[in-house]
């Protein structure tokens, strides 16, 4: 059984930095992608970077030169280095992995529990 365990979300006033942190566990042959999305209240869940497997990060424009994705794959973690934060950066952010945990070479989606990012003053 695949898990997603997120940490490191809480509150910060705007311009502040947060870390997230999210570790895949269990039968994992391969991870393609590794991602992060978020969901503000009121609006639909959006991507808000992602990694593959020996690729370059995306962002969304949104979060360009503030945000930066990385990716232990020694250690099956994804990290969101968030700075510059912005009120509208307050979300519930979600941990999002395509990955292979039957050894077949096919890739399902598993996501975190989410964990929440506030900014304010």
């Known amino acids: 059984q695949v898990q997603l365990v997120e940490s490191g979300g809480g509150s910060v006033q705007p311009g502040g930095s947060l870390k997230l942190s999210c570790a895949a566990s269990g039968t994992i042959f391969n991870i393609y992608v590794m991602s992060w999305y978020r969901q503000a209240p009121g609006k639909q869940r959006e991507v808000v970077a992602a990694?593959?497997?020996?690729?370059?990060?995306n962002y969304v424009d949104s979060v360009k030169g503030r945000f930066t994705i990385s990716r232990d794959n020694a250690k099956n973690t994804v990290y969101l280095e968030m700075n510059s934060l912005k009120p509208e950066d307050t979300a519930v952010y979600y941990c999002h992995a395509a990955l292979d945990g039957s050894g077949w070479g096919i890739g399902y989606d598993y996501w975190g529990q989410g964990t929440q990012v506030t900014v304010s003053s």
């Open positions: 990694i593959v497997s020996g690729g370059n990060p």
